[in-house]
Structure formats: structure tokens, C-alpha cells
């Protein structure tokens, strides 16, 4: 059964940056496309970001487009976002997810297989 953990999160002030982590297991990490999206209190779960399986297909959502960067290793079975200047509005719960099917999505109610969260705090 396919899993996925996300890691380093943490306390950054703004304008620093962070580097997240979600690993694979359980399954042919190939032929996943992989996808963040982050919840903030209260707030519903957002996009964030996609990585298609080959790499090729990259979406960013509007509010990150420039600062944050996707990427993946096929062989390490990892997905990774990088994030930069950071804001205090990024402050978020960051997941990982995990589709199949071969469509880029946007939409959090599209993905069955997620992490279980990572905390990111930006303090001002």
C-alpha cells in the first residue's frame, strides 16, 4: 500500500527559507504524479504546486509562483519543495499527495493518497 511522509518543517522567519521533503513507499513512485498543497487554521486545504511523473508538467498556484520550486528524484522516490522568501501567510500545515490517474489536479478532493502534514511557521 502506497504511503507518504512529509518532513522538514519548522520555525523560519520571514524572508528565509525552507526545504520540505515527502517520501515515497509502497508503490511505483514513476508513475505518480505528486502534488503540495498546505491548510492554514480555518482555512480550507489549498494548492500549492505539481510535479508531473516525468517531470515535464510543473504548476504552481499564483500565491507561490516564483518563491517556491518543485521538484522530484525518481530514484530516491522523493518529492521535494523548496521554498524562498518566505511570507507569514505561507504559515501552513504542508501535505504531499499522490495521484495515478495522469491528470494534472489541482483540486484537494482529487487525491486519495496523502501525507500526514508538516508544520511550516513564518514568523514576522
Known amino acids: 500500500q502506497p504511503q507518504l511522509v512529509e518532513s522538514g518543517g519548522g520555525l523560519v522567519q520571514a524572508g528565509g527559507s525552507l526545504k520540505l521533503s515527502c517520501l515515497f513507499s509502497?508503490?511505483?513512485?514513476?508513475?505518480?504524479?505528486m502534488a503540495w498543497f498546505r491548510q492554514a487554521p480555518g482555512k480550507e486545504r489549498e494548492f500549492v504546486g505539481l510535479?508531473?511523473?516525468?517531470?515535464?508538467?510543473?504548476d504552481y498556484a499564483d500565491s507561490v509562483q516564483g518563491r517556491f520550486t518543485i521538484s522530484r528524484d525518481n530514484a530516491e522516490k522523493a518529492v521535494y519543495l523548496q521554498m524562498t522568501s518566505l511570507k507569514p501567510e505561507d504559515t501552513a500545515v504542508y501535505y504531499c499527495?499522490?495521484?495515478?490517474?495522469?491528470?494534472?489536479?489541482?483540486?484537494?478532493?482529487?487525491?486519495?493518497?496523502w501525507g500526514q502534514g508538516t508544520q511550516v511557521t513564518v514568523s514576522s
Open positions: 510535479i508531473g511523473w516525468l517531470k515535464r508538467n510543473l
Open positions: 509502497g508503490g511505483s513512485f514513476g508513475t505518480y504524479h
Open positions: 499527495a499522490a495521484d495515478a490517474s495522469g491528470r494534472t489536479l489541482r483540486s484537494a478532493h482529487e487525491y486519495k493518497l
